[in-house]
Antibody, heavy 121, light 107 residues
Framework: QITLKESGPTLVKPTQTLTLTCTFSGFSLSTSGVGVGWIRQPPGKALEWLALICWDDDKRYNPSLKSRLTLTKDTSKNHVVLTMTNMDPVDTATYYC?????????????WGQGTLVTVSS | EIVLTQSPGTLSFSPGERADLSCRASQSVSSYLAWYQQKPGQAPRLLIYGASSRATGIPDRFSGSGSGTDFALTISRLEPEDSAVYYCQQYGSSPLTFGQGTKVEIK
């Protein structure tokens, strides 16, 4: 059974760096083809894809946020960490991590419950 | 970046009716399109991938069609539990993008 769960601060100040951890079970990020993505959703708005990290440490970022995002993985701990620098109130959103369906199928079949991050002074 | 346009924004139905939701891409995504259902306070749930393949555990009341730039999600025999926002997502080109969603109300 695949599960994912996001953790991190619920409140960050403008200009601070956000660090979110995705802890997962039921699959391994050392298995060929496996990927974990991050998607966010501002309150009442649509979903926005942020980034993807794959089993071979290939990383993909949304160009609109690329300069602010960093993804790392710890295969032994089944963790993926997303950092986003220079946070702004417009970054207030629920942040989800999710399991990618497959190497050539970049949609997401298992999602974490999401974590709401508020950016405010 | 490929823009996905979903229309209309909100649809209202009675139980047992059929819903046809539209998703149009600003350029071809071949069949690299997925549909999700999202209920309030919940994470999205994958319904359809590859434009027409149902994800694991999804009832056959849900079906997807289309290719290129025009796609549809059909929900036959609507049930009250189908009230939700439905999003399309393309993965034919990076960055992945989502539509703005269609809200389905069942009255």
């Amino acid at each position: 059974q695949i599960t994912l769960k996001e953790s991190g601060p619920t409140l960050v100040k403008p200009t601070q760096t956000l660090t979110l951890t995705c802890t997962f079970s039921g699959f391994s990020l050392s298995t060929s083809g496996v990927g974990v993505g991050w998607i966010r959703q501002p309150p009442g708005k649509a979903l926005e894809w942020l980034a993807l990290i794959c089993w071979d440490d290939d990383k993909r970022y949304n160009p609109s946020l690329k300069s602010r995002l960093t993804l790392t993985k710890d295969t032994s701990k089944n963790h993926v960490v997303l950092t986003m620098t220079n946070m702004d109130p417009v970054d207030t959103a629920t942040y989800y991590c999710a399991h990618r369906v497959g190497r050539s199928t970049s949609c997401y079949d298992y999602w974490g419950q999401g974590t709401l991050v508020t950016v405010s002074s | 970046e490929i823009v996905l346009t979903q229309s209309p924004g909100t649809l209202s139905f009675s139980p047992g009716e059929r819903a046809d939701l539209s998703c149009r891409a600003s350029q071809s995504v071949s069949s690299y399109l997925a549909w999700y259902q999202q209920k309030p306070g919940q994470a999205p749930r994958l319904l359809i991938y590859g434009a027409s393949s149902r994800a694991t555990g999804i009832p056959d009341r849900f079906s997807g069609s289309g290719s290129g730039t025009d796609f549809a999600l059909t929900i036959s025999r609507l049930e009250p539990e189908d009230s939700a926002v439905y999003y399309c997502q393309q993965y034919g080109s990076s960055p992945l993008t989502f539509g703005q969603g269609t809200k389905v109300e069942i009255k």
